[in-house]
């Protein structure tokens, strides 16, 4: 959990150019991920990229980018809900 504290203070000073931020993290086992923060007006949230030593690296990196994904589509839906709103 150091190293994403680190990741995170690392990205505070941008946290205030953006509404929506993720900060990706290796982990090595299962492992309970921090839930999603506010900083100011932006969104963070973390997201682990599994490297569990009995995982493929392509199962990991779809695993990943899956995760990415339903972030990004989760703000899309933020955003249009805003537009309609």
């Known amino acids: 959990m150091l190293a994403c504290r680190t ?11 953006t ?21 100011g007006a932006t969104h963070l949230r973390h997201i682990d990229w599994h490297a569990y030593p009995e995982l493929e690296a392509e199962d990991a990196a779809s695993h990943l980018a899956g995760q990415v994904e339903d972030w990004l589509g989760g703000i899309r839906k933020l955003k249009l809900a805003a537009v309609a709103g």
């Open 19 to 39: 509404d929506h931020a993720i900060v990706i993290g290796f982990v090595r086992q299962v492992a309970e991920t921090p839930p999603p923060i506010r900083v």
């Open 7 to 17: 990741c995170i203070r690392q990205s505070v000073r941008h946290l205030y150019e």
